[in-house]
């Protein structure tokens, strides 16, 4: 069964909410002084080209203003697509608007129908202001007027801003739809300050507004288009236009993993999250390269962490390309040394579009670079193409070696700046200089990401004995060991958790709570118990739980840096929540899993009724990021479900144990190299289904806290005879088996009883 869509009432209480969709991104929002459902700020990145965009019935020679039947609103479905149901006083049904947007051009649509609507009624688009500027930065063209010509004989307008160059935005009537387009006067108020002052400016910008004549079928069903395109000349535009006009966005097929389990909730979420993050991932091209846009709304770029939580939702989409191109596009970009950039945008300014990047990232070692080599990784893993990994590993390499060349005081661990890393990006003290950092966060992502590229090479060397890339897998392994023995300096005993961040000259150390040290559990670099315990006690404390927002702090309120309204201290960021939930139940007992569990329906709850399931940076902002969705991906595969995927293996270890253990637990559908994991886990019955294709080798590592070599393995593939294989079990107390490649699914039976019993 599908999703239910989730539609909200356009009242005062709507949230604006960031939609992005291929070239196309916007919000939707209510007109504060008008009422009504209206889109906001409709961006073919990096030019944003209107304020207000109002769809409405219109009867031709009335006077009075009509009144609205109903409400308006807004449905986000489970497939992805964003409507706006418009109320029409003619029809006593609502106008529905659907934003497109468009692959193959910079260009999207508006797409109005309506049933029963009457002859001679038209549809009233107006966009109020008409103003081109520079998206999120608006370092060119904000506030001047454009300079708009209308084609009569195309019923086209055209937009220029005579601040820049070689942009063009050009507006129509789509596929079947007549218009009558006309030009008006609006303005805008701009805000400035000046020292203690602020200064108030209006100034005269244009309105368009365009009365379409709708197609109309024998039921009376109509359908009009708005189209809109963006091009370097008003010829390139009329082609982004005619591509627009043409093409019909593919079926909207809801694709993915789903779950199932004693909470509907978190299923629910997870089936928006993806429809969400789908068009997000064809938005635009950086360079050439596609990309994984960080968010929906404020950052149309490529950065480092966003990227790799990307990439998990990318393969879970069935896309590897763009994690493959992504890295490319991070590594075209990086400076020699191997140092990578933190971000990489296309921006607007005096000439037309340009592409820009940090200039930091070149100067200092941060989460950025482990980032990179993860990308790498997830590409290979995705794609098996060995032609690839010898082409990139010695590039890999170069990274690593960069990374550990930071360990300056040979101590272990390796150092960033201030300033340099996500935890670092607001040092939280408003005198603090930037300095040498020892980072828990940067150093756990380290190790990790070292282990991975011990993979790589262990692969090299089986695949690819004649490419002379010799390596020593050992070595990696051995360099992430010695930051994990490391860690243990950046230990606060008395706190129960990690500093912050520490000096690397250990003059000073941030000795307060922040939730981003929660990554030492997530990246497994926390290998004592008791250190892992005092984590999972330590973020269950009642001070770091948000219980009016449902969410956890970033900083818990009895902590000196607390501020509600912090941007890094107050309300915390989903990815955050997303990796503290994880760890609970990766690393916590029963009772605390339980704990966790009614914190994550609590949090799902609160997103979908929310951020209308599109949970951005924090639980404040409505538009999907893509580190929220690939960190809820993970809590959902590794916090629950314990599934692990390694170049030689596919580990499945549930964590459910204690939360409902009479209810059955299912993960359907999720992608691993090649294959599709469905996992059905009744923890009362003490017995587990796992199905795969399995249509090449496969080692299956398996934990359940009650599998002992007594235990009953089944395995049926087709008509096949039932097949009992032999459980290997190791010193860590997980079993692993090897599954050989064949044409027929496998599907494996586990349960605690013998065989036969």
Excluded at 313 to 335: F, H, I, N, R, W
Excluded at 530 to 545: F, Y
Aim: with cysteine; net charge neutral; glycine share 8%.
């Amino acid at each position: 069964m599908p999703a239910p869509n989730i539609t909200v009432v356009a009242t005062s209480a709507f949230r604006p909410t960031a939609v992005l969709l291929p070239h196309f991104q916007f919000q939707v929002a209510v007109d504060s002084a008008a009422g009504g459902v209206v889109l906001r700020d409709v961006t073919i990145n990096p030019v944003t080209f209107t304020g207000w965009v109002r769809v409405e019935g219109f009867q031709p020679g009335e006077r009075a203003p009509e009144t609205p039947p109903f409400s308006d609103s807004v449905r986000f479905s489970s497939d992805g697509r964003v409507t706006l149901l418009v109320a029409d006083s003619a029809t006593g049904a609502p106008l529905e608007v659907e934003a497109q947007g468009d692959t193959a051009a910079a260009a999207g649509k508006l797409v109005i129908t309506s049933p029963r609507w009457p002859y001679g009624r038209n549809v009233l688009v107006t966009i109020d202001p008409m103003d081109l500027y520079e998206h999120r930065w608006r370092s060119v063209g904000y506030g001047v007027r454009d300079r708009i010509r209308v084609d009569d004989a195309r019923h086209i307008a055209f937009f220029r801003d005579t601040t820049i160059a070689n942009t063009v935005i050009a507006v129509a009537p789509g596929r079947g739809t007549r218009a009558t387009i006309r030009t008006e006067t609006s303005s805008i108020v701009l805000t400035n300050a000046f020292g203690g002052a602020v200064g108030r400016e209006r100034r005269a910008v244009g309105r368009l507004v365009l009365a379409l004549e709708p197609a109309r079928d024998s039921t009376g069903r109509i359908r009009a288009e708005v189209v809109f395109g963006r091009g370097t000349t008003e010829d390139d535009a009329v082609e982004a236009l005619a591509q627009a006009i043409s093409d019909d966005p593919a079926p909207h097929v809801a694709i993915g993993p789903r779950v199932t389990t004693p909470s509907p909730e978190a299923g629910i979420l997870l089936a928006h999250v993806l429809a969400a993050a789908r068009p997000m991932l064809r938005y635009d091209r950086i360079a050439t390269f596609r990309n994984m846009p960080a968010g929906s709304y404020t950052f149309l770029a490529a950065f480092d962490r966003d990227g790799w939580y990307g990439a998990t939702t990318a393969l879970q989409l069935g896309d590897p390309e763009v994690v493959c191109s992504e890295y490319a596009l991070m590594k075209q970009y990086a400076d020699p040394s191997g140092a990578q950039r933190h971000e990489i945008w296309n921006r607007l300014g005096a000439q037309g579009r340009y592409v820009w990047t940090d200039d930091w990232g070149g100067r200092w070692m941060g989460d950025k670079d482990p980032y990179e080599i993860l990308k790498g990784y997830a590409c290979y893993r995705a794609t098996r193409d060995t032609a690839w990994l010898g082409g990139e590993l010695r590039y890999l390499r170069r990274i690593a070696r960069y990374v550990l060349r930071t360990d300056r005081r040979s101590d272990g661990l390796v150092e960033g700046v201030s300033y340099g890393t996500y935890s670092e990006m607001s040092p939280l003290s408003p005198t603090d200089q930037v300095y040498l950092t020892q980072d828990p966060y940067v150093n756990a992502l380290a190790a990790y990401a070292l282990d991975r590229l011990a993979e790589l090479e262990d692969e090299a060397t089986w695949r690819l004995p004649a490419a002379g890339l010799g390596d020593s897998a050992g070595a990696w392994r051995d360099a992430a060991a010695r930051i994990r023995a490391a860690l243990p300096a950046l230990w606060r005993p008395q706190m129960g958790w990690f500093t912050y961040h520490a000096m690397a000259d250990s003059a000073k150390s941030w000795d307060h709570y922040h939730l981003q040290p929660v990554d030492a559990l997530v990246f497994a670099a926390v290998a004592d118990t008791v250190m892992q315990a005092a984590m999972v006690g330590t973020l269950l404390r009642p001070q770091w739980w948000d219980e009016r927002n449902r969410g956890f702090f970033a900083v818990p309120t009895d902590d000196p840096w607390f501020s509600r309204d912090g941007y890094w201290t107050g309300w915390g960021w989903h990815i955050m929540d997303f990796k503290a939930l994880e760890a609970v139940f990766r690393y916590g007992s029963a009772e605390q899993r339980r704990v966790g569990w009614q914190r994550l329906r609590e949090e799902a709850s609160r997103i979908i009724r929310v951020n209308y399931g599109r949970p951005g940076e924090r639980g404040d902002n409505n538009g999907l990021f893509m580190f929220s969705a690939g960190s809820y991906l993970d809590l959902l595969a590794r916090g629950l479900f314990g599934v692990d995927e390694h170049l030689d293996s596919l580990q499945v270890a549930p964590h459910v144990d204690g939360i409902a253990d009479d209810s059955t637990w299912r993960l359907d559908g999720w992608r691993v190299s090649g294959d599709s994991l469905t996992i059905a886990y009744r923890p009362a019955a003490h017995a587990a289904t796992i199905g795969l294709v399995a249509a090449h080798h496969t080692r299956l590592v398996l934990r359940f806290p009650w599998l002992a070599a007594g235990s009953c393995a089944e395995l049926r593939r087709g008509a096949a005879p039932v097949e009992h294989p032999v459980l290997t079990f190791r010193t860590d107390g997980s079993a692993y088996l090897d599954l050989r490649g064949f044409f027929e699914s496998a599907v494996l039976t586990l349960s605690a009883r013998p065989c036969g019993s």
